[in-house]
């Protein structure tokens, strides 16, 4: 899926969104998912387009709103979303190890969380309710259980040959 | 429903008639609460929770927004109050910058002030590393804001949405990342700010505050090569007095004459003058108009906040907008173009035009594109007082002088200017004579008067012999884009639209001395400006004997090619991003 750049955001698809619900401000959160669907992020000019189109919305209430809830996101996505949980069942069997794992993997550094490639975006989660399977790591909506770092390099590995 | 009722408050029982919250009750009776976050024009918030009190002797409870009950006994200072509103300074102060010596808000600061008042000598908390504080914003040249300075209070968050509908100021991130900012931590000049100052006029710590041109007007003053002269928007007259313990509403424009010669500027001019003169032209302006019935509504281009709201947000209203330069943008084009005329060894090249005005966004007004160098430098009325009080003048004690000719005479119209609704009185008061040729009788127009927050938008009808002319004045930029939405629908039938972005006009502006804790100030000094048009003996602008003159020696007939050249303006169109075809 190609992700446009944020210069380019396409506001004939956003006018659609905000008009399924109404172009009332109390569905901000609705419109901002749908957005993030479409971009796998929430680009500022879009926000700042959302802003400026609801009555009674500014480009910074949407920023608020945006940055308050950890599900939005406003850096670009990787083509594969690792998510790691880092509940506390997942925690305690050792999630850390395999979180330090991908970063080492993914080479990511300063609070970076996406892949200079952009194949690999990485994020840690609260519990995924998945503790039986501790711990869990969530590729593109499919769970990998019992996750050890060797065996998430694999994956990564096996992800990494097949967009060679 | 005016029932009497009771409550105790530290033992000590008080009536409540109508009051909303406690805190309310508290401070009618004489006693009181610490709050960063109240402030009675915005709406209750409870975020700071210094006005906490003692309830019953059980519960703690935030008197801001809590409603009176009959019978409660409320302890304002307990033990257990003041030692936990101790460590809300605490915690406040623990990532504050902490450096009150060198903060523009020292001595007007209420963190400050209730700091000193608990005895906070010794905070717990280490001081952040210089590099850990946020990096200051002082990109426009009007307001500069320092989040490290931020007790997240919400008040200039909700001034910047309840005052002009606009929300450039927002939170940002949660928890302890919390922070207030425009769109994604941009600057204010790269956002669509109007600089109006209501955000500074309301914060409780140096986090915004005013963009200081003091040291650069101390500079020209002692440049012996420079000639600098000085002029006084019509609101300063009536709240510079506040700064040195007078009454609110007090005029006090003799007594800053008098401070200005003393600080050693050369000559003193009033901008009232050029408000007649503003009248003048945007009179003649809207007859030509209302003749022809073309680019009606007229809007007055007197506040530079509205103008640069309409530049940014509805740019294809532009042409209803007046052509005329504000009061501020007449007088100095005219002072530097004609003073050599009256005043030998000043020459146009050495003249240096200060402005004190009530307000922050006349500082970015005097570099706009169309008017640079002609306004050099613009002082808010708390940095004239500021300069006042560091020259040692007795300000009180000062005897009343006058301003200089030619330019320091004005009418009664023209002082009116500085409450919402003046612009529109003198402009009707001096075009009833345009149209008919006669004077107009009874030229007190209270329906466009009240600057409380209750008349923010006022209709009136004024019978120009036959003519029914509707005039719509409006304060805060929310309230006029009601009148704009209005006005694109085809709904609105009136003839003249005075927009002043600050809620109650200039004497509320963002440059005035601090007057958010009490919602009453404002008034007096909407009625110190009215007590002296009233006292004047000239009330109408055509009538001001300078004003004539100034046409017949130097700029020839009103609207005239001079005229033109002066004391007109152009606007452009500054609509941002790839959202131009909505709204």
Known sequence: MSVESPAGINTAKLDEIIQTYG??????????????????YLPEEAMTYIGTKIEGLSPATVFGVATFYAQFSLEPKGKYEIKVCDGTACHVRGSMPVIEAIKGKLQLKDGKMTTENGLFSFETVSCLGACGLAPAVVINDKVYPQMTPDSIKIIIDTLLKENE | MNDKKTLFINNIEVEYTDEKTVLEVIRNNGFDVPTFCHRPDLTQYGACRMCIIEQDGKWIQASCTMPPREGIRVETNSTKVRKIRKTILELLLANHKRECLTCEKSGNCELQKYATEYGITDIRFPKLEEKDYAVVDDSNPSLVRDSSKCILCGACVRACSEFQGHSVLGFANRGSNTVVQPM?????????C????QCQAVCPTGAISIKSAIDKVWDVINDKTKKVVVQFAPAVRVALGEEFNLEAGENTIGKIYAAARRLGFDLIFDTNFSADLTIMEEGNEFVKRLTKGEKLPLFTSCCPAWVRYLETQHPDLLGHLSTCKSPQGMLSPVVKEFLPKYYEGYKKEDIVVVSVMPCTAKKYEATREQLKGETDLVLTTQEFARMIKTAGINFKNLKDEEANSPFGKYSGAATIFGASGGVAEAAVRSAYYIVTGEELTNIDFVEMRGVDATSRTKDAIVDIKGTKVKVRVVSTLKEAEKSIQELKAGKSDFHILEVMACPGGCVNGGGQPTSCLDATIKEKRAKGLYTEDKNLAIRKSHKNPDVLKLYEECLGSIGG?????????TYSDKFKGSYKDIK
């Open chain 1, 23 to 40: 172009g009332k401000k109390s569905y901000l959160i609705a419109i901002l998912q749908k957005v993030q669907e479409i971009y796998k």
């Open chain 2, 184 to 192: 994604n931590g941009r600057c204010l000049s790269d956002v669509d």
């Open chain 2, 194 to 197: 109007v600089y109006c100052g």
């Open chain 2, 561 to 569: 090619e001079k005229a033109h050249h002066l004391l007109h303006t």
